[in-house]
C-alpha cells in the first residue's frame, strides 16, 4: 500500500496572505487525508479479522471432515485424527523376542508351491509358499486355500453355494492345475516337485492342508525337511500382542527365493470389506522394499512363528501403504483404498502401525479347523452340476 504524506508544517510567508477561506480548507483537506488514513489502517485490521476467521473456519472444516469421514468407516474420530493409539513399543509383549532354534525349525519347514496346467508338459511355475507340518507319523504341508483355481467355484478358492461354508473339501481333481511341492532351497524345476495329490481346502477362512506322493522319487528330499508339530499351529489360542515374529516365504519380487520377514504381532481384526474373516495381523520390521517385503505375492500360504513358539495360519491378506522413495510398487496393491484400509486395520488394534510399510494378514483357526481339514482329503468336492464327483 502507498504512503500518505500530509503536511502538517506551519503557515510560510508565500501562504500569509491567503484568506481565512484558504486555510480553513486546508485544514478541511488535512484532516481528510487523517479520515482517510485512518481508514485504510482500519481497513488492514479488518483484512487481518477476516483471514484469522477464515483459518478458524477451515480448521473447524478440517475438524467436521475428520468426524465424517469416521463416521463413514465406522471409525472412532480420535483414531483418524492420529490420536488415542498404542505405541508398539509399549504393547505387553515387546521385547519378546523369536528364539534361533524356533527360526531355524520355521525357515527348514518352508516349502515352494509350483503349478501347471493338468495334461501338460509345461515348465512348473512358482506359485504360493507353504510350510511341511507333521502329525504324528502324517506329513502334511498347509497354505491357503485362495492359491488353488479348481473349476465350477470362484477363483481364489472361496467353495461355491454348492459347499456348505466350514465344510472342507478336497478339490485336487477339480482343480484345473496339477501342483508341486518341493523344499525352499532348491531350485525350481519338475525333478525336484514332490506331486500334490490332495488339497483338503476351507475356503470362507482361507485354510488347505496338502498331501504329497511320498513314493514319488523325489519325495526323499521332502521327507527329510524339518517339520513344525502340528499343535504348534492349531489351537485358537490369541497370542500376546507386541511379540517378535519372523516368517519365511518366495514371494516373486524376491525372485521366488527363501525370504525372511521380522515382524510384531499386533492383534486380530476382521478384514476389512468382510467383518466374517478375522486375520491376525502381523506389521514386518524389514519391508521398506518390495523385494524385502515377506508377504508380497507369492508368499499367500506362508507362516510366521511367534516368539512364544506358536506358528500362524497361512498367509491370506496383506496391506501396503507404500515402499520407500524409488521402489516400483506393484500394480495390484490399490495405494488408493489401502490408507482406508489401515484406518479401519488401526481403529479395530487400536495400535499405531505408522511405522510398518506392510501388514500382513495371518487366517485364524477355530478348534476343528484340523480336524475339518484332514477329513476334507477323503471328501472330494461335487461336480458343479451335483451330478457326480471327482475323485
Not at 84 to 109: N, W
Not at 292 to 301: F, P, T
Not at 317 to 341: K, T
Request: one cysteine or more.
Amino acid at each position: 500500500m502507498s504512503e500518505t504524506h500530509i503536511n502538517l508544517s506551519m503557515p510560510t510567508a508565500e501562504t500569509a496572505g491567503y484568506s481565512l477561506q484558504t486555510k480553513v480548507l486546508a485544514s478541511a483537506l488535512a484532516l481528510a487525508s487523517l479520515g482517510v488514513v485512518g481508514h485504510r489502517l482500519n481497513e488492514k485490521d479488518q483484512q487481518i479479522e477476516r483471514l484469522e476467521k477464515s483459518i478458524a473456519l477451515q480448521e473447524d472444516q478440517l475438524e467436521r471432515l475428520a468426524g465424517l469421514t469416521a463416521t463413514e468407516l465406522d471409525i472412532a474420530t480420535d483414531t483418524v485424527l492420529g490420536r488415542g493409539l498404542e505405541d508398539v513399543d509399549k504393547l505387553p509383549g515387546a521385547g519378546r523376542l523369536v528364539s534361533t532354534d524356533l527360526r531355524t525349525q520355521l525357515e527348514g519347514a518352508a516349502v515352494k508351491l509350483f503349478s501347471r496346467p493338468k495334461g501338460s508338459n509345461y515348465a512348473w511355475s512358482p506359485s504360493c509358499s507353504g510350510t511341511k507340518i507333521t502329525d504324528g507319523d502324517e506329513h502334511y504341508v498347509i497354505t491357503a486355500a485362495h492359491c488353488f483355481n479348481y473349476s465350477g467355484y470362484s477363483k481364489g478358492g472361496y467353495l461355491g453355494g454348492t459347499t456348505p461354508q466350514g465344510q472342507a473339501m478336497d478339490i485336487v481333481e477339480a482343480d484345473s492345475n496339477t501342483y508341486g511341492v518341493q523344499t525352499a532351497e532348491l531350485p525350481g524345476g519338475s525333478e525336484y516337485a514332490v506331486p500334490v495329490t490332495a488339497i483338503s481346502v476351507i475356503g470362507h477362512s482361507d485354510w488347505a492342508l496338502l498331501k504329497v506322493d511320498e513314493n514319488n522319487k523325489a519325495s526323499d528330499e521332502f521327507l527329510v525337511l524339518p517339520a513344525v508339530p502340528a499343535d504348534a499351529v492349531f489351537g485358537d489360542q490369541e497370542p500376546v500382542v507386541g511379540q517378535q515374529t519372523v516368517g519365511f516365504s518366495s514371494p516373486g519380487a524376491a525372485n521366488a527365493e527363501l525370504l525372511e520377514g521380522e515382524g510384531v504381532y499386533l492383534g486380530t481384526v476382521s478384514t476389512p470389506g468382510n467383518e466374517f474373516k478375522e486375520v491376525r495381523i502381523i506389521g514386518l520390521t524389514n519391508s521398506a522394499k518390495p523385494d524385502k517385503d515377506a508377504c508380497n505375492y507369492g508368499a499367500s500360504g506362508s507362516v510366521a512363528v511367534y516368539a512364544s513358539g506358536n506358528v500362524t495360519g497361512p498367509l491370506s491378506w496383506r496391506n501396503n501403504i507404500g515402499y520407500e522413495e524409488g521402489s516400483i510398487e506393484n500394480p495390484r496393491d490399490d495405494l488408493r483404498s489401502a490408507p482406508s484400509f489401515r484406518l479401519e486395520i488401526e481403529d479395530q488394534l487400536k495400535v499405531d502401525t505408522s511405522r510398518f510399510n506392510t501388514l500382513c494378514g495371518f487366517a485364524v483357526d477355530s478348534d476343528e479347523t484340523f480336524t475339518d481339514l484332514k477329513n476334507g482329503l477323503d471328501h472330494p468336492v461335487p461336480l458343479p452340476n451335483n451330478t457326480g464327483s471327482y475323485k
